[in-house]
């Protein structure tokens, strides 16, 4: 979809951001730029955006040939990609992100302001972010997001999001996963195994609760090291 003859700029070939109301050129390199070290934008897409200034936010339109607001899925990674573009592109202030259908009306709004995880925020790959919590330290949330590289949970364009805190003796680590899926017995398997794991390589066999979360990192169920 190509969206002229507002102002725009190409990113990553033949992406483009066209700027409006307010916006500026500057603002739409580092949203484009932001996009492109996402992933979402990319040297062999040709997707096209706007961006445009209302209020104290800067609102970016995505634009789609199908109802993609209605995929929770979808929804809950765009929730992603518009709060990194508020904390990276936008250095903290806020983000509105629209998912608008062809012809720029929008069915669905998102917002930077939706309530974050606790702690510190820790950027693991370009895309990835781990929030170290209650006691945990930067470097406890490094380590665990090299474990979960190791493991092959994150590769660097992910989208993953976690919190590590730690627990009395023991942590907790929290996970945004893709809406329902804490309801699949496999998928719980999967992260029970990756509890047990990560309790004996970073922490010596300490106890370990893997919480899986829905977008708004809301607990939805749980997994222990110990099988319980």
């Known amino acids: 979809m190509t969206l002229h003859p507002t102002p725009y700029v190409m990113i990553g070939g033949a992406n483009c951001v ?29 997707q096209s955006i706007c961006i445009r200034r209302e209020g104290d936010s800067l609102a970016v339109l995505f634009y789609f040939d199908t109802a993609a607001w209605d995929d929770p899925d979808h929804v809950a990674g765009f929730q992603q990609i518009c709060t990194r573009l508020s904390l990276t592109a936008c250095k903290g202030h806020p983000v509105d992100l629209r998912l608008c259908d062809c012809q720029g009306t929008a069915h669905k709004v998102l917002s930077s302001r939706t309530p974050l995880p606790e702690g510190k925020m820790v950027a693991i790959g370009n895309n990835e972010t781990i929030y170290a919590a209650n006691g945990a330290t930067e470097e406890d949330a490094r380590a665990l997001g090299n474990a979960l590289t190791e493991y092959g949970l994150l590769d660097g364009t992910s989208g993953g999001t976690f919190q590590v805190a730690k627990d009395g003796t023991g942590w907790v680590i929290r996970a945004m996963i893709r809406n329902g899926g804490w309801d699949d017995a496999r998928l719980r398997a999967y992260y029970a195994r990756l509890c047990r794991h990560l309790s004996a390589a970073l922490w010596a066999g300490a106890p370990v609760e893997l919480r899986l979360c829905d977008g708004r990192f809301a607990d939805k169920a749980a997994v222990r090291s110990d099988g319980g």
């Open 18 to 46: 066209n700027y409006t109301g307010g916006a500026s050129e500057a603002e739409a390199r580092s949203i484009g730029q932001a996009l492109l070290d996402d992933g979402y934008f990319d040297p062999d897409s040709r």
